[in-house]
């Protein structure tokens, strides 16, 4: 190999000058993948949750040990204040949880809904 006059008149390269500029491209290159997996484990996982969250926020949920089907028939009476202390103790914490049955009950208070059993079409129903 021919001596290059261009070549010959710049600074030589520190050694390991290029090699340590690669590696910390690529680790910061590694860096940010790792931050963008991160980011999209979180979201998968957020997504994950709040779907969880909404199964269990559906009619079908059981809030504070009871089922909708169980406290919806019950929100006559717990609107009329028959029920015992410790069940509209329970209904509560079943309303805090689920806004279906909420909605329910505003049903019944607004006076839509029949209160003999929270259903307007089968109260309507002879
Ligand atoms: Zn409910």
Redesign the pocket.
């Known amino acids: 190999m021919a001596p290059n006059a261009f070549t010959d008149s710049w600074e030589p390269c520190p050694s390991g000058e290029l090699t340590g500029m690669v590696q910390r491209a690529q680790s910061v290159r590694r860096k940010s993948q790792t931050t963008s997996f991160t980011i999209v484990g979180v979201l998968v996982l957020t997504s994950c949750l709040s779907l969880l969250y909404l199964q269990f926020s559906t009619?079908s949920?059981n809030?504070a040990g009871?089922?909708?089907f169980e406290?919806?028939p019950l929100l006559g009476e717990y609107h009329q204040q028959k029920l015992t202390p410790a069940m509209s103790q329970r209904i509560d914490e079943?309303?805090a949880?689920?806004?279906?049955?909420?909605e329910?009950l505003e049903a019944i208070q607004n006076g839509t809904v029949d209160a003999c059993c929270g259903e307007a079409a089968a109260c309507a129903t002879p």
């Open positions: 009619p949920a809030a009871l089922a909708c406290v919806q079943h309303l949880f689920c806004a279906h049955c909420r329910q």
